[in-house]
Nanobody, 120 residues
């Protein structure tokens, strides 16, 4: 599985951005997809994820009510709609996929990351 993000950029506080992630390869093996973010010197944190079959979503508390994760399986795309952005949302955002790689073993794929900068 390979992932490629797009859609990052700079925006003022209160603005909105939409991140996109294109998946390729053995996409039929994907179990869960999600978005993580990372700031310098900090660990990468989960922002939101969605399961491939039931489309169950999970959000970190700090983005609940502001961010929406969605997946278009037919187009092999994952999205993150980010509204009411805050300066603390500034980070590099990574697309992630957990996929079944055989023999009860699961692997992880990451995109290259896209910068989101929110100014006050």
């Amino acid at each position: 599985v390979q992932l490629a993000e797009s859609g990052g950029g700079s925006v003022q506080a209160g603005g909105a951005l939409r991140l996109s992630c294109a998946a390729s390869g053995s996409v039929y093996t994907i179990v869960t997809m999600g978005w993580y973010r990372q700031t310098p010197g900090q660990q990468r944190e989960l922002v939101a994820n969605i399961t491939a079959t039931s489309h169950t979503t999970h959000y970190v508390d700090s983005v609940k009510g502001r961010f929406t994760i969605s997946r278009d399986a037919a187009k092999n795309m994952l999205y993150l709609q980010m509204d009411s952005l805050k300066p603390e949302d500034t980070a590099v955002y990574f697309c992630h996929a957990e996929y079944y790689s055989g023999s009860y073993y699961f692997s992880h794929a990451w995109g290259q990351g896209t910068q989101v900068t929110v100014s006050s």
